[in-house]
């Protein structure tokens, strides 16, 4: 079945820099990714979509200046979290869709990545 | 305002029992109905999914009812079992739009 791999899955930053988290689709071309971003006990908010090659479309509130997303291709896809705080500490998880995942309308999830700011 | 709502915000159900679990959209553009079970610390997996062109789908122990008019879908374990304890994320999409929205979750324990 499709797999999507996001690395690292765990990540402790001093606050001010920069952390990039990776997600890979591994056995398809995601045309589409998209990031999510979870609180405790709380829903998967989504941040962002991207597809290849064009600049990612971000949801409302979510500074596109401090999430960077770059879709350079059609297996990856990062984002990079700029000058980071301990609020922007969290559990990201990115998911894609595309050519051979499983159902037009599916979403293959990576395993998430939590980051911590101190 | 929540455009996907479950709210059960938890549940808990004894082996072989049933495990029902609720659904409500305000959209009814959307199209495809989705239930995903995510454990603590790892990505949700999917789990099963509905087109809005039918009102029912079924996969082993999991079956997923939709009820347009009501804009309720509904996702049933028979029997529950101890490993579907996790929480279930009701997502509806549009095949208008990329986007895929998630409810809250509903957090279900399945005692032994």
């Known amino acids: 079945g499709a797999v999507v791999s996001q690395h690292p899955s765990r990540v402790i930053c001093k606050s001010g820099t920069s952390v990039k988290i990776e997600c890979r689709s591994l056995?398809?071309?995601?045309?589409?990714m998209f990031w999510y971003r979870q609180f405790p006990k709380q829903s998967l908010m989504l941040m962002a979509t991207s597809n290849e090659g064009s600049k990612a479309t971000y949801e409302q509130g979510v500074e596109k200046d401090k999430f960077l997303i770059n879709h350079a291709s059609l297996t990856l896809s990062t984002l990079t979290v700029t000058s980071a705080h301990p609020e922007d500490s969290s559990f990201y998880i990115c998911?894609?869709?595309?050519?051979?995942?499983?159902?037009?309308?599916?979403?293959?999830f990576g395993a998430g990545s939590r980051l911590t700011v101190l | 305002d929540q455009q996907v709502k479950q709210n059960s915000p938890s549940l808990s159900v004894q082996e072989g029992r049933i495990s029902i679990l609720n659904c409500d959209y305000t959209?009814?553009?959307?199209?495809?109905f989705l239930w995903y079970k995510k454990y603590p610390a790892e990505g949700p997996t999917f789990l099963i999914s509905i087109s809005s062109i039918k009102d029912k789908n079924e996969d082993g122990r999991f079956t997923v009812f939709l009820n347009k008019s009501a804009k309720h879908l509904s996702l049933h374990i028979v029997p529950s079992q101890p490993g579907d304890s996790a929480v279930y994320f009701c997502?509806?999409?549009?095949?208008?739009?990329?986007?895929?929205?998630f409810g809250p979750g509903t957090s279900l324990s399945v005692i032994p």
């Open positions: 997502a509806v999409g549009s095949t208008s739009y990329d986007k895929v929205i």
């Open positions: 056995d398809f071309q995601a045309t589409t």
């Open positions: 998911s894609a869709k595309g050519q051979g995942a499983p159902g037009a309308n599916v979403l293959t």
């Open positions: 959209n009814s553009m959307f199209d495809y």
